[in-house]
């Protein structure tokens, strides 16, 4: 079997898997979102009125879009305090049995802002830098609360479409519960166990010191009687070989984490090397769980905006949008890898004679996963908000680097992260029903709400704020000593080091091009303003929107309206989305990936 037969079977399983499982899924969190019976509110709704009882909410009480965006702020910035506390004064916490000490201010702000968002970005490594508390009380909670956030959100905007005359959007506090306690936890204990049968590890233990088969043989600074490094009169170091049999394995509770960080399409790893570690990705099975996981919420509530509008082909065509771009770029991206790198074909290392790399590109890759596997989870990790990753991204292809660069430059609506990828979908539905009213010189409706000035302020708004994030940030690192030191690779590659950067901070993705040394004070604080602005600025814009729109009466449907459920709005959805991705992105995209596959063929 060829590889392409290979990978586009494994694309057409893993798809209609994804869909198969999606579909009652998503009309199960219609139902418990809504308040609907059904036998999960049965269950969980003693529990749930007891968090209601201690926590002082009126669950019957609704809020203004104000409101609720009020709550949503508050509630997420007192998240970001409690893991920012958590961090500093971990020296002094339990459940720390390697003793780490505080983290740095200037990380435990990137680490705090990034968690509350959903981007789970990490300069740092996790098994050198924070202990079990802080992994499980705060950057797992965290995890879980972020991704209820962006679906407690996603539920207010289809409400201001389903609803008219309405002051109200729902309450915060209910969706924020509803989506913890009935949509991510059942599903991540089931996950977690599933992982931990498969190899993954989960336990509170202190790390392992083993005895390894072979010597490992490195070189250490020769130190001199005060215990400071000694130098040559070059001043460089001087060294002298030691040799060790023994290797500190890490432990700790990481199959609870790696559910949820794949299920709230979070990506921040208990390890350093990621989905990439066996102890948290042991298995192809495992691999293809994990990204069904990170995919079945986004795609799910495409089915739960069509349950709740009343009209089921109005999620059907959002989901196609997003898997026709989603199966298109993925494409592109396992080709690139199995070509691989013409340069080292003329190498003769293949001992092929042929322009095509022999075995494609297997550098950054895990064996057991391979090309087909380790391309696809690089576009699902990306194509949603997740972040998680089994491959190095920077060891891709400058066309293999570009598809999960341009899925995260896209909005990452492809389907997109848990309620995020829905609701800015939503947004570029509403671009596209003003840009064809335009054409038709008809005020444009959607879903039976006439789509005003108002709306396409504030969807605007949302569009713009992250490409505005992005590119600025990318800026001022290439125009700052700061931000170049942080480069490992100077030249397009470098270039596309920081913009990756700054695209997945603001994108609420994490994934990074591992050339870029991130952990210095600069990084930390300038991707955390762009993930906090970039995540919440957006969410603000999203809930005014459904604020104005759920206040609106019906308008009934006539000849001049434009039906939203066919081939021709499908083509327009997709036209806006391409259309602001490009022209936003195009100029920087050419100064990184495209240049950089240009200069490899014509090196050639």
């Known amino acids: 079997m060829s590889p392409g037969t290979l990978f586009f079977l494994m694309l057409a399983l893993f798809l209609g898997l994804t869909v198969l499982l999606a579909r009652p899924l998503g009309g199960y969190i219609a139902d418990v979102m809504e308040g609907r019976p059904c036998r999960a509110l049965r269950i969980g709704g003693r529990l749930e009125a007891v968090l209601y009882r201690y926590c002082g909410v009126e669950p019957a009480k609704e809020m203004s879009w104000q409101r609720y965006a009020i709550a949503m702020l508050l509630f997420n910035v007192l998240g970001a305090v409690v893991v920012y506390a958590l961090q500093r004064l971990q020296l002094h916490l339990p459940f720390n049995p390697q003793k780490f000490g505080a983290v740095s201010a200037d990380s435990a702000f990137n680490t705090a802002v990034?968690?509350?968002?959903?981007?789970?970005?990490?300069?740092?490594?996790?098994?050198?830098?924070?202990?079990?508390?802080?992994?499980?009380?705060?950057?797992?909670?965290?995890?879980?609360?972020?991704?209820?956030?962006?679906?407690?959100?996603?539920?207010?905007?289809?409400?201001?479409?389903?609803?008219?005359?309405?002051?109200?959007?729902?309450?915060?506090?209910?969706?924020?519960?509803?989506?913890?306690?009935?949509?991510?936890?059942?599903?991540?204990?089931?996950?977690?166990?599933?992982?931990?049968?498969?190899?993954?590890?989960?336990?509170?233990?202190p790390y392992k010191d083993v005895t390894t088969i072979e010597k490992t043989i490195y070189q250490n600074p020769k130190l001199d009687a005060a215990g400071n490094p000694i130098k040559d009169a070059s001043g460089n170091l001087v060294?002298?070989?030691?040799?060790?049999?023994?290797?500190?394995?890490?432990?700790?509770?990481?199959?609870?984490?790696?559910?949820?960080?794949?299920?709230?399409?979070?990506?921040?790893?208990?390890?350093?090397?990621?989905?990439?570690?066996?102890?948290?990705?042991?298995?192809?099975?495992?691999?293809?769980?994990?990204?069904?996981?990170i995919f079945v919420i986004p795609i799910a509530l495409t089915f739960t905006f069509g349950k709740m509008v009343g009209d089921a082909r109005q999620g059907w065509v959002i989901l196609a949008a997003m898997l026709i771009l989603f199966t298109g770029l993925v494409t592109v991206g396992f080709f690139s890898e199995q070509h691989g790198n013409p340069l080292i074909a003329q190498q003769g290392i293949d001992q092929v004679a042929s322009a095509t790399q022999a075995g494609g590109n297997m550098e950054g890759k895990e064996a057991r996963f391979g090309i087909a596997a380790s391309a696809l989870f690089a576009a699902v990790t990306t194509a949603t908000s997740c972040g998680a990753v089994n491959t190095m991204h920077d060891s891709l292809t400058p066309l293999g680097g570009f598809v999960p660069l341009f899925l995260?430059?896209?909005?990452?609506?492809?389907?997109?992260?848990?309620?995020?990828?829905?609701?800015?979908?939503?947004?570029?539905?509403?671009l596209g029903v003003f840009i064809a009213g335009l054409m038709i010189g008809r005020t444009p409706e959607y879903l039976g709400k006439k789509i005003e000035a108002l709306e396409m302020k504030l969807a605007s708004v949302f569009i713009l704020t992250t490409?505005?994030?992005?590119?600025?940030?990318?800026?001022?690192?290439?125009?700052?000593?700061?931000?170049?030191a942080g480069i490992a690779n100077p030249g397009a590659h470098g270039f596309t080091e920081i913009l990756y950067a700054f695209s997945s901070a603001a994108n609420n993705n994490g994934s990074a091009f591992a050339g870029l040394s991130a952990n210095t004070v600069f990084y930390n604080v300038a991707t955390g303003i762009a993930m906090f602005i970039a995540r919440f600025w957006p969410i603000v814009a999203a809930l005014g929107i459904a604020g104005?729109?759920?206040?609106?009466?019906?308008?009934?449907?006539?000849?001049?309206?434009?039906?939203?459920?066919?081939?021709?709005?499908?083509?327009?959805?997709?036209?806006?989305?391409?259309?602001?991705?490009?022209?936003?992105?195009?100029?920087?995209l050419a100064l990184g990936p495209v240049v950089e596959h240009f200069m490899m063929l014509a090196a050639r």
């Open 467 to 484: 490409p505005f994030v992005v590119l600025i940030g990318t800026a001022i690192a290439v125009s700052t000593e700061a931000g170049r």
């Open 548 to 588: 104005s729109l759920a206040a609106k009466k019906r308008i009934p449907v006539s000849e001049g309206t434009m039906p939203t459920h066919g081939p021709l709005f499908l083509a327009v959805l997709l036209g806006s989305i391409l259309l602001i991705g490009v022209l936003t992105y195009v100029p920087a």
């Open 239 to 293: 060294t002298e070989t030691a040799t060790t049999q023994t290797q500190t394995l890490p432990m700790g509770p990481m199959a609870s984490q790696e559910a949820i960080k794949e299920l709230g399409t979070n990506g921040g790893g208990f390890l350093n090397a990621n989905s990439a570690h066996p102890y948290e990705n042991p298995t192809p099975m495992t691999n293809f769980l994990e990204m069904l996981a």
């Open 114 to 205: 990034s968690f509350t968002t959903n981007t789970n970005w990490q300069g740092y490594s996790g098994e050198t830098t924070m202990g079990y508390l802080v992994q499980m009380a705060g950057l797992t909670v965290q995890n879980f609360l972020s991704a209820a956030t962006g679906l407690a959100v996603a539920i207010a905007l289809v409400r201001g479409f389903a609803r008219h005359t309405a002051k109200t959007i729902g309450n915060f506090w209910v969706d924020l519960t509803r989506a913890t306690l009935y949509v991510l936890l059942p599903i991540s204990v089931v996950l977690a166990l599933v992982l931990a049968s498969q190899g993954v590890v989960q336990n509170l233990e």
């Open 408 to 430: 995260i430059q896209l909005g990452e609506l492809a389907p997109g992260g848990v309620g995020t990828g829905l609701y800015t979908a939503l947004m570029f539905a509403i």
